[in-house]
């Protein structure tokens, strides 16, 4: 007879990531950050995995796991600015401070990307390139250390702002 007029309203569970940032149709995904850490974690490992492979000048196997760090680094990539830039470029519209701290990690992570791309392509042929052997030590050590900081910066300040649309 009412057609549910006075039926309860109930809001959409948080765990169901059906929460929308207002006026789009961008979702918050409740287990986002805890998935950017692992892929942290396994970048991590790769990395130390290359490290190792490399002072055993094993190149077939560096050359083997730069492609995999690779894989893994470039889908990393996407998720976060697909996942954790755009949505929190929208649900802190109007937030000065944060908008601008956003902005920069999204600068500078592009600036670390583009360096450690560049970095993967210009080594993808180690195992048969004895001149790329070189200079390999001190690029992947410093490669690894922005990615290390970077990480450490991401995890305790940007990942902090993600939350639920309220």
Excluded: W
């Amino acid at each position: 007879m009412f057609f549910g007029l006075f039926r309860k309203k109930t809001k959409p569970s948080i765990s169901d990531g059906s929460y929308a940032v207002r006026g789009t149709n961008i979702h918050y995904k409740p287990n986002l950050i805890d998935d950017l850490k692992d892929d942290h974690t396994s970048l991590l490992t790769l990395y130390g995995q290359i490290q190792a492979f490399n002072n055993s000048r094993n190149y077939k196997k560096v050359s083997e796991y730069l492609s995999i760090f690779r894989d893994e680094f470039e889908d990393h990539l996407l998720k976060e600015n697909i996942n954790l830039y755009i949505y929190l470029t929208h649900q802190l519209k109007g937030d000065a401070m944060n908008t601008g701290l956003i902005t920069n990690f999204r600068k500078e992570m592009n600036g670390i990307a583009t360096l450690a791309l560049n970095f993967l392509a210009k080594y993808e042929s180690i195992e048969t390139d004895l001149g790329l052997q070189n200079g390999f030590s001190d690029e992947l050590a410093a490669i690894g250390s922005a990615l290390g900081t970077r990480i450490k910066r991401e995890e305790s300040m940007l990942y902090t702002l993600y939350a639920p649309p309220y």
